[in-house]
């Protein structure tokens, strides 16, 4: 049902957003409000667009290139992996070693190179490493029945340990000449670059293939997609590897934009900001819903937190508390939204 | 027209227990079989055996009187056995028509999803089938029992099904969802391209939708009758003798 009496306030908008609609409901206005119920990615735009808006006017140089460069870096991984993160949520399973990943694949690149391997080899080796991580988590999780939370968390630690292992605890130098370093990771706005090449491919993957739908598949009904002759396990240890690749990249960018290996980076600081990001941006933990661009507009609400807080001189304390309570309120938020939803609108995915 | 399939000699164990003793059974082209049986009488094994989920222990399966081995969903449905589990097979936060190309979606020459068809080619399918629903882009959950059983046949049937296997089609439904349903078979027999066989629980459906009744008891078919010479006093007279027995043989 929407409603028939025309919000003025939301007529503007209506004809700005009416070019998104695909649908034509009655009312210029009613398709405004359904676009801004109906569509997780608007809501979280516009409290992003309000995040930036606000510390434009509260902090010095918010705007400056550097402060822009700051930015990007503070996203860019996150989004990356939180990408790999929204596959997996909507077919229903979780990575919690995608930190862990993070900081071996960077040593694994950094051995290979140290052995004589060329570099952009040693990049794809690296990945492949990656993927067999998320391989075996899948197999795990999908063929022994393992719930996907403890097969990860049992990766989680056990990875810690190989990387601390291989590396004695010790930080390295990244490898890499000018044109690799700026490329991957070091240039002043690859990583974030990265992040948003990564989230439109993958929108696109999500959206537009079998993969996609049959990752919503697999998740919404797991015994109906089975029942509909989709290999479900494949499904969901492809989402496992998918994960892990993205993990070992934003590794590697992060290694070589701050030159150096280090076996204590990513860590579950990195992974729980990737889940906070999916789930901000609308990815259901329960599975069967949730977008790539919504995952990306979730690490940009912590990334601009974060920059804005850091610069406002809010202590790392402070941002750990405020961060908490903006994700409850995000859920509280969006628990209220989908009733509305429920009750009227479209509840398209 | 003949034969479309023939089941010999089935049967089916999981650990101790026999879901199936051995069953024989057969379908005519354009026929509605209707398959009843107490719970446990092994009714969801036999359909998932026909539908290729489970392989059976023994016993063969003919398809136009050729031997077939059944290897997997996506093989039975090559051969043109398709089947609408009671939970069918829906995902509810895809739209209408994702579901009924769920896993033989259209592609453009890139493997990319084409929308476009999928959704011409679904609303032409449920058009077909007579089935009235507000539009192929809303998402399953926000259509009724009776809907979304249509939407699962309509699927099979658009798949170029020969033989559908309904599994408590009018399982849960009112009765005017299940009328909705009952018509939507009764168009499918008089189309005379699709044959049936459906797990019933009510016996007067039994006998709105049925050309022949099987009564499958304790993993073997006690009865096969067409519904023309039979009745429902006929019917619950026998599952009572039928019960009485296995609870003799149980208790022995």
């Known amino acids: 049902m929407a409603p028939e009496t025309a919000d003025p306030a939301a007529a503007p908008e209506a004809a700005a957003a009416g070019s998104v609609a695909e649908a034509a409901p009655p009312t210029k206005a009613a398709r405004a409000v359904e676009l801004a119920l109906g569509r997780r990615e608007l809501s979280i735009a516009v409290v992003t667009i309000a995040l930036y808006v606000y510390f434009l006017n509260t902090v010095v140089d918010f705007a400056s290139t550097e402060n822009l460069q700051t930015l990007g870096t503070f996203i860019a991984a996150t989004a990356i992996i939180a990408a790999g993160q929204v596959f997996l949520m909507i077919s229903g399973e979780i990575d919690l070693s995608v930190g862990q990943v993070f900081a071996l694949t960077a040593f694994v690149m950094y051995y290979l190179d140290d052995a004589g391997v060329p570099l952009m080899l040693a990049v794809v080796l690296s990945l492949v490493g990656a993927s067999l991580i998320g391989l075996v988590n899948g197999l795990i999780t999908t063929v022994i029945g393992v719930s996907s939370f403890i097969t990860t968390l049992g990766a989680f630690f056990f990875l810690n340990g190989l990387t601390l292992t291989i590396s004695n605890g010790r930080p390295v130098a990244t490898p890499g000449g000018e044109t690799f370093t700026n490329i991957f990771g070091g240039g002043a706005y690859s990583g974030i670059l990265w992040a948003i090449g990564i989230t439109l491919a993958l929108q696109l993957v999500l959206m537009r293939t079998r993969w996609g739908l049959h990752t919503f598949a697999v998740g919404g009904n797991l015994l109906g997609s089975r029942e509909a002759g989709i290999r479900v396990r494949w499904v969901k240890t492809r989402n496992f590897m998918l994960a892990s690749t993205l993990a070992g990249f934003a590794g590697i960018l992060e290694a070589v934009r701050i030159t150096s290996t280090d076996p204590l980076a990513g860590g579950s600081g990195i992974m729980f900001a990737a889940i906070a990001s999916a789930v901000i941006g609308g990815t259901l933990l329960a599975g069967g819903s949730g977008t790539v661009i919504g995952a990306f507009l979730g690490a940009c609400v912590l990334g601009i937190l974060r920059d804005g807080f850091t610069l406002q001189g809010v202590s790392a304390f402070t941002f750990d508390l405020i961060l908490g309570i903006a994700i409850l309120v995000a859920m509280v938020v969006d628990i209220y939204v989908t009733r509305l939803r429920h009750r009227g609108g479209r509840g398209e995915t | ?252």
């Open chain 2, 1 to 252: 027209m003949g034969e479309v399939l023939r089941v010999e000699g089935v049967a089916k164990r999981f650990g101790p227990v026999t879901a199936l003793r051995n069953v024989d059974l057969h379908l005519e082209h354009g026929e509605v079989l209707g398959l009843l049986g107490d719970n446990g009488a092994g009714k969801s094994t036999l359909i998932k055996i026909l539908s290729g989920y489970y392989k059976p222990d023994a016993g063969a399966i003919y398809l136009d009187g050729e031997p077939v081995e059944i290897s997997s969903v996506v093989h039975a449905r090559s051969l043109g056995i398709d089947t609408v589990y009671q939970d069918l097979a829906l995902v509810d936060e895809l739209s209408v028509f994702h579901n009924v190309f769920l896993n033989r979606e259209i592609l453009h020459p890139i493997p990319l999803l084409n929308n476009r068809a999928m959704r011409r080619r679904a609303a032409e399918a449920i058009n077909d089938i007579g089935v009235d629903i507000p539009s192929v882009k809303v998402p399953v959950a926000r259509l009724s029992g009776g809907q979304r059983q249509a939407i699962a046949i309509a699927r099979s049937v658009h798949s170029d099904a020969r033989i559908l296997l309904l599994d408590e089609p009018l399982a849960a439904m009112g009765v005017r969802e299940g009328a909705l349903v009952l018509d939507l078979i009764r168009r499918l027999r008089e189309s005379g391209d699709v044959s049936i066989v459906m797990i019933l629980h009510n016996y007067v459906h039994v006998f709105q939708a049925c050309d022949r009744v099987n009564l499958l008891n304790d993993g073997e078919i006690v009865l096969d009758k067409p519904t023309a010479e039979s009745s429902v006093e006929e019917l619950t007279e026998i599952v009572v003798k039928e019960f009485r027995n296995g609870r003799r043989h149980a208790g022995s």
